[in-house]
């Protein structure tokens, strides 16, 4: 056991330079790509040389991606036009808001989406089915900046229960800063006016988010739970003389929810792509609303840092959803 | 030939049984026909700008309203069309083909090239596909070509895994050893054998793909790294509706619908056609 | 009430009249049951017996009322304690289903659920049937397990079903029968998937607890072997329905039905004739398209016109002998 968990993390630093490496490459996919990203296009004679002695811009394709891949070990991710700070120094303060939203998402999701999974197998081919699976479908369909755009139309400019965005309301202002998550720093100081605000804000963007990432997990649940009521130890349970609800949602569903755990790794890594629209559209201050502006003020050297910073994410939560795996399912031993 | 018609007349039984893929089929048609009979059914140009007119709410006159500049929202969203259909195909085309060979060669030799392949890939998609494309769009300059080619670099990496996966499940298979034994060389048995045998998910993908290929270059145009105006891209639409809502809300509402039909039509489908498929399977 | 023809009322404890199941399938509709008919009674241990896909597990699958779509029950009676089955709703059924009759299948690996403990899965049961507290279940559950000569019961019980053995794991299944009181338990196969050394030890013991608890015991198998050393009587069945029943002496030393005799006499030990061996000819049904009137006529050698065209009746023989062949209608059919 204790081998294999070596073996996965060893392979956490190989990928992320396969990373940078990637990320490398789309910088440079044509002669002044780099230059833009870096600089943007209204760069002055002064800056050009300035880069081009600090990045090597003049030298061959390996020495740069040499000094690229030296500044990113480094932390230096290079300095947001907009913000004037570096942008690891960004990448920090925004960071906590991004969490928070994808956090929340992800428990929406898990538990609405083997919800629905768990209700389409069980009536299968049945009107629910069609419905949950409709849902899901629908869900993954909607463009996410649309569905956040007509979710505010609805809820905040015609019905006026939800505000329309921002992370809390102005007046009542952030809570003393522990964690950097709203919710959580306002509930370990006791600050409920900041706690409710924080949740009506964050309900809007998290169910925009969760709704177009049903479908992986639903369908997952669905076929998996459709997979296990077909064994025999399900037809067992029913010859005992067990009812409907024992023998799906505790016998059937254990087993079930197994191969599901792999699929929440990869819906997270699509929960951060996500994040990139609905801050954009809710002004929630995360690194996704970060990259979209700076992309807005063709600032790049930000977006590159967001991508990077989100690969990293991605490929540690895999690697732990790896670990876990087969700490669930007791059948397995490494 | 009969297996052929025998599995036509299975997936009929199959769509028969699912209205949500009959639905499927029928918006993807209905959308396709818009595109190609697109000067015939939109009543103005997308790109006449008429100032009188700005900012009218739906009428008669103008089934979706006008925009900022007096256009026909209708006649832009039909016209949309077109652009989010090219992207789509494009793409895919270009990422199913290099994505299956790759895949296939991966598969089949096995060794150092698929361990290369493979990592490669694997790198590929540790990135979440929009950060990706976003980055690889913002190196080439926001354009509709340019999204394109962005999205082509990225999208093969889904095909060559799963191609690859069903190779390796075909490779020890007894009739690909069977072929060998008799001498077969290593292209005839790629073409006239694996491939055809991976078809199933290869179909499923590609119409899995194209939907995801117009959510991710409408998502792009939305942020101003794809189409630029006066194109009349969807993407580009909601996103000029975007400072005109509440009040002019139709600007934003209905480019986004289109998106919404037209990706619904290929997620349905292409769910109803792996269904089928799994089943077969099993 | 139940129309019973034969036997007093308050011996038979379970009587299959006439039971079809078919299932609709994209292919065609699959006549898996055409017209069983069975009957066991108290405290005795009945066999059914027939080869692979002639409808053994179906049976005990439809007398359970398990039978999932796309197959549905179609027509007959299982009167379990002149109450019939068929009658009942999933509520009324599952009361009847552990506690009137319970069912142990073939493979006992993924009978158990991989994820629970045999403990949990065991108390579940118990307390499913009887109103008792959890410690109380255990103490019954561990008493269960000593009747089937398990060692360590109670560790048993915190253990997971991957960990234990597959003679180890049916005995357990053995065991929760056992615990559940039932008055009928329906074995499918129980041994088939255990090891040849190990299957021997498990039939006894099933019968020896069975018996010892009064409980009756339907044997399904495919092998002559297992039916002969442990069944009283024996039903054989082929493409769907019973072709002949009685105890398993007369079958075995008189069987009627051509099948049967074709049966016994691919068995060496239980066949008398010194002449080679004569495997039956030609192939086992396909149940999507039987063949029409008895379903055995095309590889019958005493095939009469008559056995084309109509299902033969079920005609009682000597004492409790049944069989269904147009032979034994002499003065009709002879030719």
């Known amino acids: 056991m204790r081998i294999y968990i070596i073996k996965r993390l060893a392979w956490f630093p190989i990928v992320l330079m396969g990373v940078v490496t990637i990320v490398f490459f789309l910088t440079h996919l044509v002669p002044g790509s780099a230059i833009r990203i870096l600089l943007g296009p209204h760069a002055t004679e002064a800056m050009l040389q300035h880069a081009t002695k600090e990045y090597g811009l003049d030298k061959p394709l390996v020495y740069q991606y040499g000094i690229y891949l030296w500044k990113v070990l480094h932390g230096d991710l290079g300095r947001s036009i907009i913000t004037g700070r570096t942008v690891i120094a960004d990448l920090a303060i925004y960071l906590p808001a991004t969490i928070e939203l994808v956090i929340t998402s992800l428990i929406i999701i898990t538990v609405v989406g083997i919800t629905l999974g768990v209700v389409a197998a069980v009536y299968k081919n049945g009107m629910l089915d069609f419905l949950a699976r409709g849902v899901a479908v629908g869900g993954v369909s909607m463009p996410q900046f649309w569905l956040g755009l007509m979710v505010v139309l609805l809820f905040f400019y015609w019905l006026g229960i939800l505000p329309a965005g921002g992370k809390i309301d102005p007046n009542i202002g952030a809570p003393h800063h522990i964690t950097g998550l709203y919710t959580l720093d306002s509930l370990l100081t006791g600050n409920w006016a900041a706690f409710k605000s924080t949740l009506l804000h964050l309900i809007l963007p998290a169910i925009t988010l969760s709704l177009t990432n049903l479908s992986t997990t639903t369908r997952m649940t669905r076929s998996s739970m459709l997979r296990t009521l077909r064994e025999d130890y399900i037809t067992m349970a029913r010859a005992y003389g067990f009812g409907g609800f024992r023998v799906n949602f505790i016998y059937a569903l254990k087993n079930a929810l197994i191969p599901v755990a792999s699929v929440l790794g990869l819906t997270t890594g699509y929960l951060f792509g996500g994040a990139f629209l609905i801050e954009t559209v809710f002004d929630w201050p995360g690194i996704g609303l970060y990259a979209t502006r700076s992309i807005l003020n063709v600032d790049y050297a930000p977006v590159v840092g967001v991508a990077l910073l989100t690969s990293f994410i991605y490929v540690a939560i895999n690697i732990v959803t790896d670990i876990i795996y087969p700490l669930i399912d007791p059948r397995i031993k490494y | 030939m009969k297996k052929v018609k025998e599995r036509l007349r299975y997936v009929g039984y199959v769509i028969k049984r699912s209205p949500l893929s009959i639905i499927g089929v029928f918006l993807i048609i209905l959308i396709i026909c818009i595109a190609i009979f697109a000067p015939l059914i939109a009543p103005y140009s997308p790109y006449k700008i008429d100032m009188s007119n700005t900012l009218r709410p739906p009428s008669a006159k103008h089934w979706l309203g006008t925009d900022s500049l007096g256009r026909d929202v209708f006649s832009r969203v039909v016209y949309g069309s077109r652009i989010s259909l090219k992207i789509a195909f494009v793409v895919v085309s270009i990422a199913a083909t290099s994505g299956t060979l790759l895949g296939v060669i991966s598969g089949y030799y096995g060794g150092m090239i698929d361990m290369i392949i493979m990592r490669i890939v694997d790198v590929f998609l540790a990135i979440p596909t929009f950060i990706l494309a976003m980055v690889a769009a913002a190196s080439l300059g926001p354009s509709i070509t340019n999204v394109m080619l962005a999205l082509s670099i990225i999208w093969w990496t889904w095909y060559a895994r799963i191609v690859r996966g069903e190779v390796l499940k075909l490779k020890s298979m007894y009739f690909i050893l069977a072929q060998k034994s008799l001498g077969a060389k290593s292209f005839r048995i790629i073409l006239h054998h694996l491939i055809p045998n991976c078809m199933g998910p290869i179909i499923v993908q590609t119409t899995l793909q194209l939907g995801f290929a117009i959510l991710t270059s409408a998502g792009l145009s939305f942020l101003g790294l794809g189409a630029q105006p006066p194109a009349p891209s969807w993407g580009l639409m909601v996103s000029d509706g975007r400072q005109y809502l509440p009040g002019y809300w139709w600007m934003a509402t209905f480019p986004g619908t289109a998106i919404f039909l037209l990706v619904m039509g290929f997620l349905l489908l292409g769910d109803t056609i792996r269904d089928v498929l799994e089943r077969e399977v099993t | ?335």
């Open chain 3, 1 to 335: 009430m139940s129309c019973l023809d034969s036997g007093s009322k308050t011996e038979k404890l379970l009587e299959v009249r006439d039971l079809s199941t078919y299932f609709f399938t994209f292919q065609g509709v699959v006549k898996a049951l055409e017209g069983v008919d069975l009957g066991i009674d108290r405290n005795e241990v009945v066999g059914l017996i027939g080869e692979t896909g002639c409808g053994k597990s179906v049976t005990g699958l439809s007398i359970m009322g398990l039978i999932q779509p796309p197959g549905r029950i179609i027509g007959g009676k299982v009167i379990f304690k002149e109450q019939n089955l068929l009658d009942l709703k999933e509520k009324e059924l599952q009361r009847i289903r552990g506690k009137g009759i319970s069912m142990i299948f073939q493979k006992p690996m993924s009978s158990l659920n991989p994820v629970f403990t045999i403990g949990k899965q065991f108390l579940d049961v118990i307390r499913l049937h009887r109103k008792v507290k959890v410690n109380e279940a255990r103490k019954i559950a561990v008493t269960s397990l000593r009747k089937v000569v398990l060692p360590d019961p109670e560790e048993t019980l915190d253990r997971y079903p991957h960990e234990l053995s597959g003679g180890m794991q049916q005995r357990v299944m053995i065991a929760m029968a056992l615990a559940c009181g039932s008055d009928l338990l329906i074995a499918d196969e129980p041994t088939t998937a255990l090891d040849v050394s190990v299957q021997l030890q498990v039939l006894k013991l099933l019968r020896r607890v069975m018996k010892d608890a009064g409980m009756s015991i339907l044997l399904i198998s495919h092998d002559m072997g297992v039916i002969g050393s442990s069944c009283e009587r024996v039903n054989v069945m082929y493409a769907g329905s019973v072709v002949e029943s009685g105890s398993v002496r007369a079958i075995i030393d008189r069987p009627l039905h051509p099948y049967s005799k074709g049966l016994m006499e691919v068995i060496p030990s239980f066949s008398e004739s010194t002449k080679r061996l004569q495997p039956l000819k030609g192939e086992v049904p396909n149940l999507l398209h039987p063949p029409q009137g008895c379903r055995f006529h095309p590889r019958c050698p005493f095939a009469m016109s008559v056995c084309k065209e109509k299902v033969p009746p079920r005609v009682e023989i000597e004492d409790r002998h049944y069989v269904s062949c147009f032979i034994f209608h002499e003065n009709q059919y002879r030719s």
